[in-house]
């Protein structure tokens, strides 16, 4: 009964964390100022120069674009990731494995436009939600092109020595984009979007996304108090049999 108790005490402890994080966030984007057209981040810069975190909306776009595995899909930032199946041979017999690499990982300058300016975008990638954003595309490539040192250990099989899964992450031109980030201006005096702290795919509405991170932070709240309790109870019931 110990062992349950702790599981309930530590999925309390998740829904602790899982509330404080919807509560911090909530917090954070209540700070932010919804700017409703790109071209309003000037006037913005110019009357809040201290406070100049922001949430705008617009599309990708860029004057380049990235080669993608996928001929009719256009990108601003493509992440190549290969894996490979092999049999590892031990004492005990063959075992399955996988082993993945990053084969490449290419990215050009690009801006978010809604029809009344054009705001640049950079130091995105560790954004909040970039990943979810992103398309992604596979195809298969020959095991030897990113797999030497497996194909050299005698212990090791590949299972299918022709081909091994590989995959691109891509940011298309034209993916429509929700970004929370710090607006400035670069050296030059454009105006660009320095560093992005979160990302959402298409458009938001900033009060309504705050009022359910806030609805969802009382929930697991309450959910902690819950399962912490109850892990205590079966906790204090335990010790009681044992001192039976």
Sequence with gaps: MIEV??????????????GRSNKTNAEFLDKATMVDELKGLGEFLETKPLNN???????????????TMCKSALGV???ETATVTY??????????????TLVNRKEVSWYLEDGTARVNVTNYQHAKGFDDILRTYSSTVPVSKH???LLSVEEITIC??????????VLEIGTPLTIVGGAGRDKDGNITIRHVYQVFNKRIELKKLISNMESKSVNYGNFSIYFAAM????LALSLLQDDD
């Excluded at 108790?5 to 309390?12: E, T």
């Excluded at 049999?87 to 993945?100: A, Q, T």
């Excluded at 892990?231 to 079966?234: F, Q, R, Y």
Aim: proline content about 2%; overall charge negative; glycine content about 10%.
């Design 160 to 169: 299918d020595p022709d081909s091994c899964e590989s995959w691109e992450d």
């Design 5 to 18: 108790a702790a599981i309930f005490v530590g999925v309390g402890f998740l829904f602790n964390f899982c």
């Design 87 to 100: 049999d590892r041979r031990n004492c005990v017999g063959l075992i399955r494995e996988h082993e993945s």
């Design 53 to 67: 975190t922001v949430v705008v909306f617009g599309t990708v776009g860029s004057t380049s674009t990235v080669e």
């Design 231 to 234: 892990g205590m109870v079966l």
């Design 77 to 79: 930032f493509v992440e």
């Design 147 to 149: 797999f030497k040192r």
